[in-house]
């Protein structure tokens, strides 16, 4: 089961859970606060990974955070930094704590990448909110949207709730969720991007194999000639574009007119489209979430649940 941890003090603790995302290959970045730029202000810094949710308090850590293992994190080239519209945190880290992001994955620019693929080279005129991603991607349960929708309404009225001690529970499971939902959205952006690669190698595979071959004789292995499989791909994209055509309105310059939000609540509302029920897991993540109710304290907000476990005497896994 993942453990949900915040981290609001400088120690041994936080440090090995640096040193357990410095072991990842990918993690998932958030972040928090009030216009978040090098103007503004951070409150919160999410990092998960598979196994471990972070939310690292920026607001009572300070510098120091980033002096003591942070840093390095986000600076490591050979770790996956997945996160959503990069732009505005990477600004921020750079110009106020020296932070130089590298080797992000960002999930805004790879929904824009997947709308142009699956349009036949069209671009959006607009990009996606995190929110309309995870419901356009994961479809996502209407409860886990509504946690979203009432984080995205606090925050509205009132800007400076980031930086409310201690931090509403309601809030903090939102963060989690957010977190973990980077790396899933990740996954579904890959594997969607992956696909027509995918499909052209599966055409690859059986281009020789499943014939006579008694034509390879005559056939230099050595030819560069653009084989069939890969001309397909002029066809399927004309395709595409048709049916974007179709589908979509253009503006003024030529960019496809993306439904707005409600439009896609509307898409993918579970109790429309029948892919969920509200009291059934569909997704690790609703595992996390259902431990987050309460977990907030100074040091570790599993802390009580944990020495509740060591004093009936039970194995307890350490972060």
Known sequence: MPFCLAVTSVGISALIMVLHLKQQCV?????????????????????????????????????????????????????????????????????????????????????????????????????????????????????????????????????????????PPSLLKALALEAMHLLLLHSSLMENLMSDLTAVVHGYLNTYRSGSGGHLCSTKPTCMELPKELRQLLDIQTLRKERAVRNYKMNKDGLLIRPTPMEFKKRNDPQEDGNYGDDVDHSPTNKVVSHLASFYNRDVLCQEKLEKSKSRGESVEEP
């Open 27 to 167: 993690v998932s970045i958030a972040g928090e606060g009030v216009n978040l730029c090098r103007y503004g202000k951070l409150s919160w810094l999410e990092i998960a990974s598979k196994s471990r949710i972070f939310l690292f308090d920026i607001f009572l850590l300070g510098p120091q955070a980033f002096k003591n293992g942070l840093q390095m994190l986000l600076e490591d080239k050979n770790i996956l930094k997945v996160m959503h519209d990069c732009r505005w945190i990477s600004d921020c880290l750079f110009h106020q704590y020296g932070v130089l992001l590298c080797n992000v994955f960002d999930t805004q620019v790879a929904d824009a990448l997947q709308f142009s693929v699956e349009t036949g080279g069209f671009l959006p005129h607009r990009v996606c909110t995190l929110q309309e991603c995870l419901m356009q991607h994961l479809k996502i349960p209407s409860k886990w949207a509504a946690i979203m929708n009432c984080r995205q309404q606090m925050a509205s009225e009132n800007p400076d709730i980031w930086f409310l001690r201690p931090f």
